[in-house]
C-alpha cells in the first residue's frame, strides 16, 4: 500500500501544483482570442510582425553581402553578427506562438485537415529531412488533430535546427577571417526561415477556422 | 480535543454550506453541497452526542456516505467542467471509469469482511481511489486547458491533497497499529479542518467580475 501512497504523491502532487499555478484568467483570454474576431486580428498582426522582421533579416544580411564585397570585413561580421542575433530573438517568438497553438488545438474536437511540410520547399538539408520525417509519420496518424501537433512539433525543431545552422555559420566566420563565409548557407536560412513562418501562420489559420467551425457548430 | 474538533468541523461546512447558497453557487455542484451537508450531520451528531456516535462502525457509514458522494461529485464535475468539449468530456469519462474500476477490483482484492478489516484495508484503498477520481479532472482541466470556475478550482485543489493525507493516515494506523497514532489522527483532523476554512472562504467570496466577452464564458462555461 505504501508504494501506491508514493506514486499518488509523485504523480499528483505536480498535478495540483501546476493547477495551484495555472491563472483561469488567462486561460479565458486564450479562449477569447480563438472566439472571437480578436483571433483574426491577432492573425493579421502577427503576419505584419513576421514580414517586417524577416525584411529587417534580408535588409542585414544582404548589407552584410554587400559589405563582403567592398572589402570591409568589419562591417561584414557586425551585419552577420547582427542577422544571427534578429534570428536568434525571432525564433523563439515563434517557438512560443507555436507551444501556444498546439495548447489550444486541444480545444477543438474536429480540426480542419493539414498538410505535411513539403521537403521541397526547404533549402537546408537538416530542415528537408525533417520536412520528410513529417511527410513519413503523417501517414501514421488517425486525427486530424494528432497531425497538426505534429506538424507544429516539426515546424518548432526546425526553428530550432535552423537556429542552430545560423549560429554555427556565424561562429565560423568570426573564427576563420580569412575565408569567405558560407553565403549560401545564409541565403538557405534567409529563405527556409520565410517558409518556417509561412507554414507556421498557416497553422495559425487552419485553428483559427476549426475554432471557428465548433464555435458555429 | 478529538469530540470538539469533530464538532467545529460540521460547524465550519455548515458556514460554507449557508455561503455556497447566498451565493447562488448550489447549482455548480450539488454533490458537493450534499458533501457539506453530510459533513455537518455527522460532525455534529459525533461531537454532541459521542457516547452514541463517536465509534467506528458510525465512522466507517460516514466515510462509506462521503466515498459515494464524492464518486457522484466527480461524475458530476465532469459533465459540468466539460459541457462544451465533447473530446475532453470524452476523455474525462473513459479515465473516471477506468480508475473506477481499477478501484473496485483493488478493493474487492482486499476482500474486507470485518469491521476492522474494512477499516484498515478498504477505507485507504478508497480514499486513494477518490484522490485519483478527482486528480484525474484536474489532469484533464490541464491538458485541454479548460478554464475553471473558482468553486471547482477550490473543490478540486483542496480534495487530491487532502485524500491523499487521510490515506497516509489510515495507512499508518494500518502499520503501527490502532493506538500509537493519536498525533497522526489530531493532524489528520486539523489538515481537514484547514480545507474546510478554505472551501469556506471560497464560498463566501463575492463572484468575480468576467474580463471575458460574454459570449465566450457563455460557450466555455454554459452552465455559469
New interface residues.
Partial sequence: ??W??VL??V???P??Y???R?S??A??????LV??PRGQRALQTMHQETRAELALVDLTYEQAKGAADDGDPEQMMRLLDLGCRLIESYCPTMLRSLAAMS??S????AMAPVRPLRPRDFKLRQLTNLAYMNAFFHHFLVTTGERFRLRLYILSRSFLALMRVVTRATGDARNMPDVSPEWRTFEAARKDVRTLSEDSLEAFRVLLVSMEAE?KA | MVQAMTFLQGAVAAVAFVGLTRRGRLRLGWSFALYLVSITIFNTLMGLWPGRFLNWPTWLFRELTYAGLKVALAIELSGLLFRA????RQTARTGLLAIFSVSAAWIAMASPGSLGEWIRLGV??IK?GE??LL?WL??V??????????HH?AI??AF??YL?VF??FL?AL??YGWTGTSDVNYLNMLVFLGVLIYWLIVAWRPEEV????P???K??QPWA
Wanted: proline share 5%.
Fill in positions: 500500500m505504501w501506491i501512497i499518488a504523491l504523480t499528483l502532487l498535478v495540483v501546476l493547477a495551484g495555472r483561469e484568467r486561460t479565458m483570454k486564450d479562449w477569447e472566439l472571437t495548447v489550444l486541444r480545444m477543438v474536437s464555435r | 468539449f465533447p473530446s475532453a485507504p484503498r486513494c484522490a485519483f486528480a484536474l489532469m482541466v490541464l491538458w485541454y486547458r479548460i478554464p475553471l470556475h473558482s478550482k478540486l485543489m487530491a491533497p491523499l490515506t497516509v495507512q494500518e502499520t468576467s474580463e471575458v466577452h459570449s465566450v464564458a460557450t466555455v
